[in-house]
């Protein structure tokens, strides 16, 4: 089966896309999907995203990690979907519905509202998600967000300094997080700007994370830490996000398109 695709990134977060909307995908099994996410021996990418039709949306969304497993969100994703679409649409996802619309700034995602509750993250017992009262080595009391995507945000003096790479994989994997977690340390630099690295749940160091900038952003707000709009600077680039309390989180960033193509299944066992 030879199957047209298109590679994209938001801020280096990278993506193949395949569109189902109007012609039928392959099976994507996680044998598949990790072997066109290899960046060796196949076309190479952090995410594969899958688009769908949808009775209760304009086009469903499907996303899967790297190493196979399929998640609820990722707010780059979703922006180079819209940059796809090239018009204001709402996408069906595992984590929600959501909304983008191409403007001036980018592609703005309504994310849809954080949840907060221990069970709605999930975590493995009750405890206070606003101050969690566990820690790994000098990571300590993060903060828990759901994003549509489980998140844990420590807020570090420099975020640069973190061994992120040994501690990401030791965070994600605790049995504290039944569902795993995206693991982000985070620094405040002014009312208004926060940097940021993120380890991804299932793909590892990225130069970009869409939903854990929002988690932060949101969780840097509810501490008090800045006021209620924020660049965050990740490795890759900025995403400006806002939040008012009780109300759903908008992202702004910009996507691109890298190239097109095919790949016959058959090269990869399917």
């Known amino acids: 089966m030879r199957v047209p695709f298109v590679k994209m990134h938001g801020l280096g977060n990278d993506f193949v896309v395949l569109d189902g909307r109007e012609a039928a995908l392959p099976t994507l099994d996680a044998a598949l ?6 960046r060796h021996s196949g076309i190479g990418c952090d995410q594969l995203i899958a688009l769908d039709p949808s009775t209760r949306a304009d086009f469903a ?10 998640v609820e969100a990722c707010g780059n994703a979703t922006r180079a979907v819209g940059l796809l679409h090239g018009a204001a649409a709402t996408i069906a996802t595992a984590g929600g519905l959501l909304t983008v619309t191409p403007d001036e700034g980018g592609i703005t995602v309504d994310m849809g509202a ?10 493995q017992y009750p405890m206070d998600t606003l101050a969690m009262p566990v820690g790994w080595e000098d990571l300590e009391e993060p903060v828990a967000v759901n994003i549509g995507n489980p998140h844990a945000v420590f807020f570090v003096p420099d975020c640069d300094a973190v061994e992120l790479d040994r501690l ?30 993120v380890w991804e749940r299932g793909a590892g160091l990225t130069l970009a994370c869409g939903t854990g900038a929002c988690a932060t952003a949101v969780a840097a ?6 006021e209620r709009q924020v660049v965050v600077t990740l490795p890759g680039g ?5 939040w008012q309390a009780g109300g759903t989180i908008r992202m702004t960033g910009p996507a691109a398109e890298s190239f097109r193509g095919h790949f016959d299944t058959a090269h990869f066992g399917a």
């Not at 707000?221 to 800045?226: D, F």
């Not at 900025?238 to 806002?242: E, G, K």
């Open 114 to 123: 954080p949840r907060f509750d221990w069970d709605a993250i999930p975590l």
């Open 61 to 70: 969304m499907r996303i899967f990690n790297a190493d196979g497993g399929e």
């Open 168 to 197: 990401g994989p030791l965070i994600e994997h605790d049995p504290l997080f039944p569902e795993r977690v995206n693991v982000n340390v985070a620094t405040v630099t002014d009312r208004d700007s926060i940097r940021l690295r």
């Open 238 to 242: 900025d995403l400006s996000v806002a």
């Open 33 to 38: 999907v990790r072997a066109l996410a290899d």
């Open 221 to 226: 707000m509810r501490r008090g830490l800045t």
